[in-house]
């Protein structure tokens, strides 16, 4: 017992310091996009930290098995070369050593999965979105010094002055194809964001609609690629100019602006997603989520097995591929469970109820195998390959 506890302890000293060293390493990536985020809006510290922070979860819930499996390997391969399973062995402790380290190790894995994945990632998501949304209605407020162009499909709205209590100038310019279709001007724009919309009201409005040029017979002449604003046969622009007291346009805000926030769905927590009536969950695509998260977890939990295996073949030939052909297995089996292929899509909660036991049972049975099996490799290594 004294053994387990001390061996469970070094485990997860090793897993936190490898959890960290992974995040960090993985956190570059996400640092480059967050940081090109807060140039581009003009984001302070604060709205910078709180981002970077939010988006560490999306990370977080695949590091953790690949943390939980190196700091079990590493453990484990010190313990086999400091003969201390030998000493135990010895003693007559049999091999309950062993199951009781790989069970400690995957409570660890199973549950810090299902705390990040389940419950702090969707709390980091809400968090983003609304820090992100925010960002968005202070860019369309602000506008940028020297103006600023935003595409939206076949529209691109360009904004530019300085907020003012008449508002601001803006040009809303509408294609038909490559054709330039119509132009809205107005010098007095109040810009919001409400909803995912922009919502943009105008004092004044000025509109150019470009009618199309037509040939004698009164048919719409072909277009040609490189004739933006074609003129009609006389040589003229038909221009239809209307000009309008007050008036207001709509814009989609992910058109305008890259969609990288998450759904809703991904805002919701692990009992939100398995909510159920009777034996069907409330929403088939939340159930089967959540179901797979929770599948995600016990596949982790089954690293631990992987990594006992890994440390027993650890030899002077493989020290260079045990571990990275773990690593490599146990995100081949996280990738299985993460498409689905374990949850069912009925959105019946007691079939998934029986998968997601399934292959609990499988894991365990796994995990307690691999603790066996391994016994010789990790007691005597040279004598078995002797």
Same mark, same amino acid.
């Given at each position: 017992?004294?053994?387990?506890?001390q061996a469970?302890?070094?485990m997860?000293?090793?897993?936190l310091i490898?959890?960290?060293?992974?995040l960090g390493?993985?956190?570059?990536?996400?640092?480059?996009?967050?940081?090109?985020?807060?140039?581009?809006?003009?984001?302070?510290?604060r709205?910078?930290?709180?981002?970077?922070g939010?988006m560490?979860?999306t990370?977080m819930d695949?590091?953790?098995?690949?943390?939980?499996?190196?700091?079990?390997?590493l453990?484990?391969?010190?313990k086999?070369?400091?003969?201390?399973?030998l000493?135990?062995?010895?003693?007559?402790?049999?091999g309950?050593p062993r199951?009781?380290?790989a069970?400690?190790m995957?409570?660890?894995?199973?549950?810090?999965?299902?705390?990040?994945?389940?419950?702090?990632?969707?709390?980091?998501?809400h968090?983003?979105?609304?820090e992100?949304?925010a960002?968005?209605?202070?860019?369309?407020?602000?506008?940028?010094?020297?103006?600023?162009?935003f595409?939206?499909r076949?529209?691109?709205?360009?904004?530019?002055g300085?907020p003012?209590?008449v508002?601001?100038?803006m040009?809303?310019?509408?294609?038909?194809?490559?054709?330039?279709?119509?132009?809205?001007?107005?010098?007095?724009?109040d810009?919001?964001?409400?909803?995912g919309?922009?919502l943009?009201?105008?004092?004044?409005?000025?509109?150019?609609?470009?009618?199309?040029p037509?040939?004698?017979?009164?048919?719409?002449l072909?277009?040609?690629?490189?004739c933006?604003?074609?003129?009609?046969?006389?040589?003229g622009?038909?221009?239809?100019?209307?000009?309008?007291?007050?008036?207001r346009?709509?814009?989609?805000v992910?058109?305008l +602006?890259? #969609?990288e926030?998450? %759904?809703?769905?991904?805002?919701?927590?692990l009992? &939100?997603? *398995? $909510?159920?009536?009777?034996?069907?969950?409330?929403?088939r695509s939340?159930?089967r989520?959540g179901?797979?998260?929770?599948?995600?977890a016990?596949v982790?939990?089954l690293?631990?097995?992987?990594a006992f295996l890994?440390?027993?073949?650890?030899?002077?030939r493989?020290?260079?591929?045990a571990?990275?052909?773990?690593?490599?297995l146990?995100?081949?089996c996280?990738?299985?469970?993460?498409s689905?292929? +374990?949850a #069912?899509?009925?959105? %019946?909660?007691v079939?998934?109820?029986?998968?997601? &036991?399934? *292959? $609990?049972a499988l894991s365990?049975?796994?995990?307690?195998?691999s603790a066996?099996?391994?016994?010789?490799?990790?007691?005597a290594?040279?004598?078995?390959?002797?």
């Amino acid at each position: 017992m004294l053994f387990s506890r001390q061996a469970v302890r070094q485990m997860l000293t090793t897993y936190l310091i490898a959890f960290s060293a992974l995040l960090g390493v993985f956190a570059i990536e996400k640092f480059d996009f967050i940081l090109r985020t807060a140039l581009t809006y003009r984001l302070g510290p604060r709205s910078f930290l709180v981002l970077f922070g939010a988006m560490m979860p999306t990370i977080m819930d695949a590091v953790a098995p690949i943390a939980a499996l190196v700091a079990t390997y590493l453990v484990v391969l010190q313990k086999r070369e400091g003969r201390e399973f030998l000493i135990l062995s010895a003693a007559g402790s049999g091999g309950r050593p062993r199951i009781e380290i790989a069970a400690a190790m995957a409570c660890v894995a199973l549950f810090s999965s299902l705390g990040v994945a389940g419950f702090l990632k969707p709390l980091a998501s809400h968090v983003f979105r609304s820090e992100y949304e925010a960002a968005l209605a202070g860019v369309v407020g602000r506008g940028a010094e020297t103006g600023q162009f935003f595409d939206a499909r076949d529209t691109v709205l360009h904004v530019w002055g300085d907020p003012s209590p008449v508002g601001r100038k803006m040009r809303v310019f509408s294609f038909d194809g490559d054709r330039l279709d119509q132009v809205f001007a107005s010098n007095c724009a109040d810009m919001r964001v409400e909803g995912g919309r922009l919502l943009v009201d105008a004092c004044e409005a000025r509109v150019f609609a470009f009618k199309k040029p037509e040939s004698e017979s009164g048919e719409p002449l072909p277009m040609t690629p490189h004739c933006r604003i074609c003129t009609d046969p006389d040589g003229g622009i038909d221009v239809v100019r209307v000009k309008g007291a007050g008036s207001r346009r709509e814009f989609d805000v992910n058109t305008l +602006f890259p #969609p990288e926030v998450s %759904s809703r769905q991904d805002e919701l927590t692990l009992p &939100a997603l *398995l $909510a159920r009536r009777d034996t069907v969950f409330l929403s088939r695509s939340n159930g089967r989520k959540g179901t797979i998260i929770v599948q995600q977890a016990i596949v982790s939990a089954l690293g631990v097995g992987l990594a006992f295996l890994a440390a027993a073949g650890t030899t002077a030939r493989t020290r260079f591929l045990a571990l990275p052909a773990a690593i490599a297995l146990l995100l081949g089996c996280l990738v299985l469970a993460g498409s689905g292929a +374990f949850a #069912p899509a009925d959105g %019946s909660a007691v079939a998934a109820a029986l998968a997601t &036991a399934a *292959l $609990a049972a499988l894991s365990l049975g796994g995990l307690v195998l691999s603790a066996v099996v391994t016994r010789p490799m990790l007691t005597a290594p040279r004598l078995v390959r002797s």
